[in-house]
């Protein structure tokens, strides 16, 4: 690309599944913040997946899978249960409106 060219700018959703067009996008977004807490929860308190094994009684492989953002044996359920495992409380709100069709959803008819 050269100087003179210009970039066009898009801006997302907010949900980069969905903005690729990922017909789940809403279950694995909901899922990416609950791991990414996890994490923090982790890092914050410097636990290691073994620490956090011994703490919560999750085996310590879930903790690898989810720091590794491998996430397809979860459901939304569980990664609630384990942030609640780690003593923090999850509060959830939704909000329902009419689904935007995205130009290439569009394409496809």
């Known amino acids: 690309m050269s100087v003179d060219e210009e970039l066009e700018v898009v801006h997302g959703s907010g949900n980069v599944f969905r903005d690729f ?3 789940g996008a809403d279950v694995l977004q909901a899922k990416a913040i609950l791991a990414a807490r996890i994490i923090g929860i982790l890092d914050d308190e410097q636990l290691s997946t073994r620490g956090a094994q011994a703490r919560t009684g999750v085996d310590q492989a879930d903790f690898c899978r989810i720091r590794n953002a491998k996430l397809e044996r979860f459901t ?3 990664l609630m249960g384990i ?3 780690l ?3 999850v509060d959830v709100q939704i909000s329902v ?3 935007v069709r995205t130009p290439e959803a569009r394409a496809r008819g």
């Open 21 to 23: 067009g990922d017909p």
């Open 76 to 78: 939304i359920d569980r």
């Open 83 to 85: 942030v609640h495992l």
């Open 87 to 89: 003593g923090r409380q």
């Open 97 to 99: 409106r009419p689904r």
